[in-house]
């Protein structure tokens, strides 16, 4: 059974930092590319980062400079350092594991989000 389980969210004032973790389990962590993705009430989901299997990165323009990604394949782990938090970084964020096997075959796992509000 595969458990995506993210923490490190909560109310934070605008500039304020955060750093989400999202624990996986019943995969091969090493072998899926992980990413956040980030959904505000009324609005589609967007991704936020993403970290592929051999550690490459890429994020969003929005993010770009204040979010970093990074993972930990001995903890299955994957993080999301947030600084310079901003009201419009206030979503759901959601953790995301993808794979792809060389015939086509897709597995793609969410957790089911913690809550990151940027209010004074």
């Known amino acids: 059974q595969v458990q995506l389980v993210e923490s490190g969210g909560g109310l934070v004032q605008p500039g304020g930092s955060l750093r989400l973790s999202c624990a996986a389990s019943g995969i091969i962590f090493s072998r899926y590319d992980m990413g956040w993705y980030r959904q505000a009430p009324g609005k589609q989901r967007e991704l936020v980062a993403v970290i592929s299997s051999d550690g490459s990165t890429n994020s969003a323009d929005s993010v770009k400079g204040r979010f970093t990604i990074s993972r930990d394949n001995a903890k299955n782990t994957v993080y999301l350092q947030m600084n310079g938090l901003k009201p419009e970084d206030t979503a759901n964020y959601l953790c995301?594991?993808?794979?792809?096997?060389?015939?086509?075959?897709?597995?793609?796992?969410w957790g089911q989000g913690t809550q990151v509000t940027v209010s004074s």
């Open positions: 995301n594991a993808y794979a792809r096997e060389w015939f086509g075959y897709e597995y793609n796992y």
